[in-house]
């Protein structure tokens, strides 16, 4: 279970009702909830915290409370951006 997951069930959340004021599927709502790989979009966070009465900044707080900063911040930079990956196949044209 994902922290969005958490969050929802330690508030007893109906999902399919959550989901249906935010505008999302059930079956984005499971992804979001179940799925620990699945990404959750910013936009998706707040009409979710929204649609059940929380504040956006609180449910954010929660859900990306174990991120650590210095950490994301060397895994970024050592991913290649589009950008790169297309320069490099044209280099080997």
Do not use: W
Not at 49 to 57: F, Q, T
Not at 68 to 91: C, G, H, R, V
């Amino acid at each position: 279970m994902t922290k969005l997951g958490l969050f929802l069930s330690q508030r007893s959340v109906n999902k399919s009702e959550a989901a249906r004021k935010a505008g999302l599927s059930k079956a984005r709502m499971n992804e979001l909830t179940l799925n620990d790989r699945s990404h959750l979009r910013a936009e998706e966070l707040y009409l979710i915290a929204l649609a059940i009465g929380v504040d956006p900044g609180n449910l954010l707080e929660y859900v990306c409370a174990d991120l650590n900063p210095a950490e994301q911040l060397s895994l970024a930079a050592d991913e290649e951006t589009p950008y790169e990956t297309e320069k490099k196949k044209k280099k080997r044209k």
